[in-house]
């Protein structure tokens, strides 16, 4: 098992949620993350990082598997402009490798911003460290767990 699965399961235990993790083998879109679970490509939640560009820290933004993130509003959300990160930034500061971001897990505290479409379901799945890994969870425990901010930033 990764650092980064090994991670992800760890932090969901120290949440109290199942680390019910399932290899799903490399799905490279969100449609077939959707299609390996059996869901609506909605109930992907897709970790969208920026660059802020006062700091240089990278910022999350889970959004539906459907859905693109806004660039403007995005950086509306975090009250300054962001820009493109980079593999370097991502794996620094969280841990995980494009493809895997995971919502939990992370290295270093991140902030972040849910789009509330994901709300609309009882489950949804998640990157569980690596390309290859997902973990189902109820998607209203993510603002608590992530201390993450319901905002519209999508397109």
């Known amino acids: ?10 932090a969901l235990e120290a ?4 680390a019910d993790i399932r290899d799903v083998g ?3 879109t ?7 679970v059996g869901c609506h490509i909605d109930q992907i939640v897709k970790s969208i990082i920026f660059r802020a560009e006062r700091n240089g820290d990278a910022v999350l933004f889970l959004t539906a598997g459907g859905n693109r993130v806004d660039g403007d509003k995005a950086s509306a959300c975090a009250g300054e402009p962001l820009g493109k ?3 370097g930034l991502i794996r620094t500061q969280t ?4 493809g895997g971001v ?3 897990g992370h290295l270093s505290p991140i902030r972040a911003w849910l789009d509330p479409r994901l709300l609309d379901f009882d489950t949804v799945w998640a990157a569980a460290g690596t390309p290859r890994h997902v973990f189902p969870l109820n998607p209203a425990l993510l603002p608590e767990i992530l201390s993450a901010q319901l905002s519209d930033f999508t397109s």
């Open 26 to 28: 490399q799905a490279r």
């Open 15 to 18: 949440a109290g949620l199942p």
């Open 95 to 98: 841990g995980f490798a494009i």
């Open 30 to 36: 969100a449609q077939e993350a959707a299609d390996s």
């Open 102 to 104: 995971a919502p939990v």
């Open 85 to 87: 990160a980079d593999a």
């Open 1 to 10: 098992m990764s650092k980064s699965l090994k991670r992800v399961r760890a």
